[in-house]
């Protein structure tokens, strides 16, 4: 039947909905619809099972809604929710380190086939999307085509012939050893001149797949 509470949308009733656990571990749900993550690919895939989604209710200081989750050396506030997850067979790389999930993985990673399946049990914030990411680029063996490029600075690769291109209105300066394409001599670094580009060819290697970091199994630290 349609309602005016749902535009546009369709709503259903006599549903009945169990309040006990279903196989996967996770209570709520029914034969036709599932009101929690248990029934996704997470168990297979991911390694781990959802359960309760918890709301983060904002600080009656700061009025700011957030968690703290330790990731290694950095710690960054997690928002909106903070999934209770269950590790099955996924390394645990992050915990929250307050709120109700406290001590709870907070960042999955498990292998699956030949790949990797991430999981993030709430929304990061910049510093830990910034950390999360690269993280899944490194373990993934991906790494910049040149390193420590300056700000406003693009490098693109296609085989061996490297472009570089100075978006900015200033002079700058990049590291980069190979062979100027155009004159054929042997470079070091470049000195590009405000919009200019440069064509080197840097022979191709393939780098080792590294794991960007270990388990994090009883990192339940609160944030100070």
């Known amino acids: 039947m349609t309602t005016p509470l749902f535009p546009g949308g369709v709503a259903a ?3 009945r909905v169990y309040d006990w656990p279903d196989a996967d571990g996770v209570p709520g749900g029914s034969p036709h619809l599932h009101t929690a993550f248990g029934a996704l690919p997470s168990r297979g895939v991911g390694g781990m099972g959802v359960g309760a989604l918890t709301t983060i209710a904002p600080d009656t200081a700061t009025d700011a809604a957030r968690v703290g989750v330790r990731y290694g050396d950095v710690i960054f506030d997690g928002g909106l929710v903070a999934e209770h997850i269950h590790a099955r067979g996924a390394d ?7 709120g109700l999930a406290e001590g709870g993985p907070a960042l999955t990673r498990h292998r699956h086939g030949a790949g990797e399946a991430w ?14 990411v690269a993280a899944v680029v490194a373990g993934a063996g991906i790494r910049p085509v040149v390193e420590n490029l300056p700000a406003g600075v693009e490098a ?5 012939l490297v ?9 700058v300066s990049v590291d980069i050893e190979g062979t100027d394409a155009e004159t054929g001599a042997a470079v070091d670094h470049l000195e590009l001149d405000p ?6 060819r840097v022979a191709v290697t393939r780098p080792e797949t590294e794991q960007a970091i270990a388990p994090a199994e009883g990192l339940a630290v609160p944030v100070a």
């Open 13 to 15: 009733s006599r549903l």
């Open 92 to 98: 645990v790389l992050a915990r929250f380190a307050d």
């Open 119 to 132: 999981y993030v049990a709430t929304h990061p914030d910049a510093a830990g999307i910034d950390a999360i």
């Open 156 to 160: 693109a690769r296609r085989g061996d």
């Open 163 to 171: 472009t570089v291109i100075n978006h900015t209105d200033a002079p």
């Open 195 to 200: 919009q200019q580009v440069a064509f080197i």
